[in-house]
């Protein structure tokens, strides 16, 4: 049996981060992707037939990766600061709407608040823009060091109002507390529900935690776009992993894991059975836990271990379907995923032939989809949104969150198409919860979702989206829709979460152990030699390499 030091489970930016650090630090390092490309959810691909332009299939923004994982790698990387952070307009009133520009001085942002009957929040907007400034000053440079305790997090901060208000209070009482006007609360809100299934007054603080992680990356909360797309970040932690010397499989997909330090994986050539000292998981923990009651033969053809079976899922879901036909079939369907995490996202791809008009006659497109174009988000939406999902129906209107990458970045279109006018949207419907794949199956799901996010697009525009959106070399429309079903068939993510599950409080709380190297990093199993690297680690959400620095760094602590 061929040993390798590490071997790594999944080759997303997470797995490739853990496998360059380890490689470059002298480690026999293995990754195992079962796809024939490495990448994961950050991927750029040729989504339409015949057309020369390469889009972020799926994750396409970047806050949370640290300049520090950034220098260490080397990693040649540029970034693009959007000048305007958000457009909103008003339901009720498509004609107007709030922009909220970078650049603008105190006069201009107390004028973009007044035209949505607003101006009575500008003072509380500049306030929360100061007190997410200190939870990122604070709190974003713990993330690439061993996890502080809640205490020593809280003392970062150094401020109890701050503190009490976004992580002890649920979102939605703060946001009220501080706003008035429901447009302005949606678009704060907004942070705290993206690929989160939750109400805002959810006393789980499951919107905190959400929105915590997406107002601190880079120690500013700035969404940036990348030069190249989302490829153009695993393509260089894959460049910098190789030149270090790691093994990188594709088509290799692995089968089962042993915690004594044991991988069965399958490529073209057959099965295979690698011996590891350690196993970093850059996959879902559900999937984890299926790889373990999976198992493999240990390093020495030992008995599996124990702790195999106790972490393992239910291999029968409690009321199996011939044991009790009475059942409804969406009933059924509800007990299969006790054990699995709940996506809530659509992500819609298109390309247009220009961008479309706007029904406000004083926002210019190119200002409104440089940044984050809310449709139909305010708060009483987004609560509205939530209710209508969790009773089983797609929510009407459907909040959706939409940028143009092309604006900021043309380089991912040919310069035929740039020449043309052409350019990309990208949407990312809220509220589109799994569950929703219970009433309708996988296809209609799809297209009822594209429906409603285009249906949502046209209650704010002049025109309908329709009548821009580009063809392919078939004459079909370039529009490509992802629902959760679709990223748990692609991306082998349980429920379609887009965070592997929920997220984490990026500390220690009390009572948890931090005894072991994979303890205080925020990586640990039930298992000494297996440790997560991916998104479910304590820290691991988004696109930020922080779960495969951090599992890196458990693992080379723990080595001496």
């Known amino acids: 049996m061929r040993a390798h030091d590490v071997v790594i489970l999944g080759g997303g930016h997470n797995g490739l981060t853990a496998a360059a650090y380890l490689a470059r630090a002298g480690l026999d390092v293995l990754l195992l992707e079962r796809d024939d490309h490495l990448g994961g959810a950050a991927v750029s691909a040729e989504a339409f037939e015949g057309v020369d332009a390469r889009l972020s299939r799926y994750s396409y923004l970047v806050s949370l990766l640290p300049a520090r994982i950034v220098d260490e790698l080397g990693l040649e990387l540029e970034l693009v600061r959007r000048r305007f952070s958000s457009y909103t307009p008003d339901p009720a009133d498509p004609a107007r709407g709030l922009l909220v520009d970078r650049d603008a001085d105190d006069a201009a942002l107390a004028a973009a608040f007044a035209r949505v009957g607003a101006e009575a929040d500008v003072a509380a907007w500049r306030e929360l823009g100061a007190d997410t400034g200190r939870l990122a000053t604070a709190l974003f440079p713990t993330l690439t060091e061993p996890l502080p305790t809640r205490e020593e997090a809280r003392a970062l901060v150094g401020d109890d109002r701050v503190w009490r208000g976004f992580v002890e209070r649920p979102l939605g009482e703060t946001v009220d507390a501080r706003f008035a006007s429901d447009l302005v609360r949606g678009v704060v809100a907004t942070d705290g529900l993206i690929g989160t299934f939750t109400s805002l007054d959810d006393p789980a603080l499951d919107a905190n935690r959400c929105f915590l992680y997406h107002v601190i990356g880079g120690g500013t909360g700035d969404w940036d776009v990348p030069v190249g797309g989302m490829g153009a970040v695993t393509g260089e932690l894959e460049r910098v992993a190789r030149a270090a010397g ?35 998981a850059n996959v879902a923990p559900a999937v984890l836990d299926r790889l373990l009651a999976a198992g493999a033969p240990g390093p020495e053809a030992s008995a599996p271990d124990a702790g195999a079976e106790a972490s393992a899922p239910r291999t029968q879901a409690p009321f199996a379907e011939d044991r ?192 072991t190297a994979a303890e205080r990093w925020g990586v640990a199993t039930a298992h000494e030699r297996i440790l997560l690297c991916g998104s479910g680690a304590v820290r691991g959400g988004a696109v930020s390499g922080i779960g495969g620095q951090n599992a890196a760094m458990a693992v080379l602590e723990a080595r001496g």
């Open 324 to 515: 009790v036909p009475s059942v409804p079939p969406v009933v059924l369907e509800r007990l299969r995923h006790l054990d699995a995490p709940e996506g809530a996202q659509v992500k819609v791809n298109l390309l247009l032939t220009r961008l479309p008009r706007l029904r406000d006659p004083e926002v210019a497109p190119e200002q409104a989809f440089a940044g984050t174009f809310h449709i139909n988000e305010l708060e009483s939406q987004l609560e509205g949104a939530f209710r209508s999902a969790a009773r089983g129906a797609i929510p009407d209107p459907l909040p959706c969150e939409i940028y143009c990458h092309t604006l900021s970045d043309p380089t991912i279109l040919s310069p035929e198409l740039v020449a043309s006018g052409a350019h990309t949207l990208t949407v990312f419907g809220l509220h589109a919860a799994d569950r929703l794949g219970e009433r309708f199956g996988a296809d209609e799901l799809r297209e009822r979702l594209q429906q409603a996010v285009l249906d949502s697009l046209d209650s704010m525009l002049a025109e309908p989206i329709a009548d821009v959106i580009a063809r392919d070399a078939s004459g079909r429309p370039c529009i490509e829709t992802k629902t959760t079903r679709d990223l748990e068939a692609a991306l082998a993510m349980p429920g379609g979460h887009i965070f592997h599950g929920p997220l984490s409080w990026p500390w220690a709380e009390p009572g948890r152990p931090l005894a």
């Open 246 to 280: 790691a093994t990188l499989l594709t088509g290799a997909e692995a089968l089962g894991a042993n915690p004594a330090g044991s991988v069965r994986y399958r490529d073209a050539s057959g099965e295979h059975l690698v011996a590891a000292g350690t196993i970093l």
